[in-house]
């Protein structure tokens, strides 16, 4: 955590850090607050009950007075010099005040043990340009944006509602989903901002874990399938962007039951199913026959044994956990 606000400090009065202590029982609470003291202009400190990622990051929406809302998870940092040129563009937009509702930038996984750190770059988007929907091409479902990357307008988050759910993991993919729709305008910088510290054994996305929490993880993915049924669309490829996360989200959830390979995540696999099937018979439809999904929910030991092994030749490859 203290790596993680003495990356941000360098921003100095141009930043507000708000420091969000959800209930820890650590040495969260008094780091906060020594930094709160030290740094009276640029940080704040928010004490609270326990509600999970969600209601952290609901409260710094809340709590926010900037005009661009970027999330940095404790565990993660800023990288200095992309900062720096984060920073100068942002002034600049406002200075000019340029419209900008969603800037991007690269995110690095910085493994523990690693060596190489992977860049993740969003694929399809105009580099160095203010840009909308229709200018942008084709985005592929490798490479979609995850909330590493973005930072929103402020009150674009409060305009589209957003409201994460408390003591649920994974809900990242919802903050990256659900203001989409609301957006016009867009940037993306090529640096690489943000690092993304993965490898430890606790950590929400390590496979053990994700089994466990599966339950959240199909939460999380019912959510999408609400907010996407029920999305006003500024135009086609925003539609098919968010269809093609969504299909992701969903192969994931397979991913995991099949990791799984109980009775009981096979129940789940088919509730989850109906689900969408009620919710949205059009996505329903999509969804059931996408290659990507159908190929992660091979039946019988030897379907299992496929998908365990490819997910983690894909694993090895990315290295996300």
């Not at 004490?47 to 609901?58: E, I, L, W």
Request: aromatic fraction near 12%; hydrophobic fraction near 40%; charged fraction near 25%.
């Amino acid at each position: 955590m203290e790596k993680c606000v003495e990356s941000l400090l360098p921003g100095g009065e141009d930043v507000e850090i708000i420091i969000v202590d959800d209930g820890s029982t650590d040495r969260t609470a008094g780091i906060a607050d020594r930094y709160a003291a030290r740094y009276p202009q640029i940080v704040r400190a928010i004490h609270q009950k326990n509600g999970g990622h969600g209601a952290a990051v609901n409260t710094g929406i809340a709590n926010a007075s900037g005009r661009f809302f970027k999330v940095v998870d404790s565990d993660d940092w800023a990288d200095s010099a992309s900062y720096r040129k984060v920073l100068r563009f942002l002034n600049l937009v406002i200075e000019q005040d340029q419209p900008l509702d969603l800037l991007v930038f690269n995110y690095v996984y910085e493994k523990a043990g690693a060596y190489h750190k992977k860049v993740m770059r969003p694929a399809g988007l105009p580099k160095g340009r203010f840009f909308g929907w229709k200018d942008v091409g084709h985005l592929q479902k490798a490479h979609y944006i995850l909330m590493h990357s973005m930072v929103y307008r402020t009150e674009l988050l409060r305009e589209c509602g957003l409201k994460l759910p408390e003591h649920t993991f994974y809900v990242d993919n919802i903050f990256a989903f659900q203001p989409l729709p609301f957006v016009k305008t867009m940037y993306y910088m090529d640096v690489p901002f943000y690092r993304y510290f993965i490898g430890r054994e606790d950590q929400s996305v390590n496979e053990k874990v994700m089994i466990r929490r599966i339950d959240q993880q199909i939460r999380v993915n019912k959510i999408m399938v609400e907010i996407f049924s029920n999305a006003k669309f500024p135009h086609v490829k925003c539609f098919k962007y968010m269809r093609n996360y969504l299909e992701i989200v969903t192969m994931i959830t397979h991913t995991i039951l099949q990791l799984d390979g109980t009775k009981r995540a096979f129940a789940r696999r088919g509730a989850l199913w109906r689900y969408i099937e009620k919710t949205d018979p059009v996505i329903y439809h999509f969804l059931r026959h996408s290659l990507m999904v159908r190929c992660v929910g091979l039946p019988g030991k030897v379907g299992h044994e496929i998908v365990c092994r490819g997910y983690r030749v894909v694993r090895l490859i990315y290295g996300f956990n």
